[in-house]
C-alpha cells in the first residue's frame, strides 16, 4: 500500500501567515517587503474516499503530519513561500513615469540584498530603459497601465507522495487570490526546480553542495525541466511568458479564466 498511489483529496486548505520579511531591515522596510509562508494541508473523509488500508498508510508514512478528527483525515502535505513588495498607496512601483526611474534599480538593489532568486526575477522587472521590451510587455497586460504592489512566488513545494494532483497549483492560485487580489497587483516567478542537486550525474565528495557547473547533458535536462514547469504555470495560472527572459512568468493580479479553473479542482 505504501506504494499505491492514494486517492485524491476531498479538499485542501491553505494556512498563510506573514513572516519576518529579512536580515536587511533597512531595505525591506524602505520598501515594504513582507514574507509570507503558506501550509497546504489536505483533507479525506475516512468512510467516502479514503478505504482503511488507506487510512494505515498514511498513519503509518506520516504520523507527525496527519490529524484525525471527526471521521476526517487531514495531512500536512507541503509548503509555498511568497514575497510582496508594495508602496505607498498613489505611488505605484511600475508605471509611465515609475516603471525604471527612481523604483526601479533601488527595487531591484532591495531585491538583490535579501536572495538571489528576487534578484533573478526583479532584474527583468526593473531594469533597463521605459521602453524595455518586457516593461513593454508588463504595461500591455495591465488595463489601468500602473501596479502599486508585485507578489513573487518565490517557492512551492508537495510531498512526492501528492503529486500529480495539481495540489501544488492549486495552492499557487490560492496564495495568488490572497495576495493579489486586485489588477494593480503584479504576480511574477521564476519557472525552475526547486533543486539543481537531482539534475547532476554525479555529485563530489568534497563538494556535497555541488556548486558547479552543469555540463551540456545536465544542462540540457534543466532547460528542459523549466520549460515544463513554465508551461504548467501558463495553463494552471494564467501566466505569460516574456519574450527575452521565458524563464521569468507574469500576469495582473485578481481572477483570470485559467486560475479559476485550477481553483475549482478542489
Known amino acids: 500500500m505504501a506504494d499505491e498511489r492514494l486517492p485524491a483529496p476531498g479538499w485542501l486548505r491553505l494556512e498563510l501567515s506573514v513572516d519576518l520579511s529579512s536580515r536587511q531591515e533597512d531595505e525591506s522596510d524602505d520598501f515594504g517587503w513582507d514574507s509570507w509562508r503558506g501550509s497546504i494541508v489536505a483533507g479525506w473523509e475516512v468512510d467516502v474516499d479514503l478505504e482503511p488500508a488507506h487510512v494505515g498508510a498514511l498513519t503509518a508514512e506520516f504520523p507527525r503530519e496527519i490529524f484525525v478528527e471527526d471521521g476526517e483525515i487531514t495531512v500536512h502535505v507541503g509548503g509555498c513561500e511568497l514575497m510582496v513588495l508594495h508602496l505607498d498607496e498613489g505611488h505605484p512601483v511600475f508605471g509611465d513615469q515609475v516603471a525604471v526611474g527612481p523604483y526601479g534599480p533601488a527595487i531591484y538593489d532591495a531585491g538583490d540584498a535579501l536572495a538571489q532568486d528576487l534578484a533573478d526575477v526583479l532584474g527583468p522587472l526593473t531594469?533597463?530603459?521605459?521602453?524595455?521590451?518586457?516593461?513593454?510587455?508588463?504595461?500591455?497586460?495591465?488595463?489601468?497601465?500602473?501596479?502599486?504592489?508585485?507578489?513573487?512566488?518565490?517557492?512551492?513545494?508537495?510531498?512526492?507522495?501528492?503529486?500529480?494532483?495539481?495540489?501544488?497549483?492549486?495552492?499557487?492560485?490560492?496564495?495568488i487570490m490572497q495576495l493579489a487580489r486586485s489588477e494593480t497587483a503584479l504576480v511574477a516567478l521564476k519557472a525552475a526546480p526547486l533543486n539543481r542537486t537531482k539534475f547532476l550525474s554525479s555529485i563530489e565528495v568534497a563538494d556535497p553542495e555541488a556548486h558547479r557547473d552543469l555540463s551540456p547533458a545536465e544542462a540540457a535536462a534543466w532547460d528542459a525541466a523549466c520549460v515544463r514547469i513554465a508551461a504548467n504555470w501558463q495553463k494552471s495560472l494564467g501566466l505569460a511568458s516574456v519574450t527575452h527572459h521565458p524563464g521569468v512568468l507574469f500576469a495582473p493580479g485578481g481572477q483570470n479564466k485559467a486560475l479559476v479553473a485550477t481553483l475549482r479542482r478542489f
Do not use: N
Open 127 to 175: 531594469q533597463g530603459a521605459a521602453d524595455d521590451p518586457f516593461i513593454q510587455e508588463v504595461m500591455d497586460a495591465s488595463e489601468i497601465g500602473w501596479y502599486d504592489s508585485l507578489v513573487l512566488l518565490r517557492s512551492i513545494g508537495i510531498h512526492e507522495r501528492f503529486r500529480g494532483e495539481g495540489i501544488g497549483a492549486w495552492a499557487a492560485a490560492r496564495a
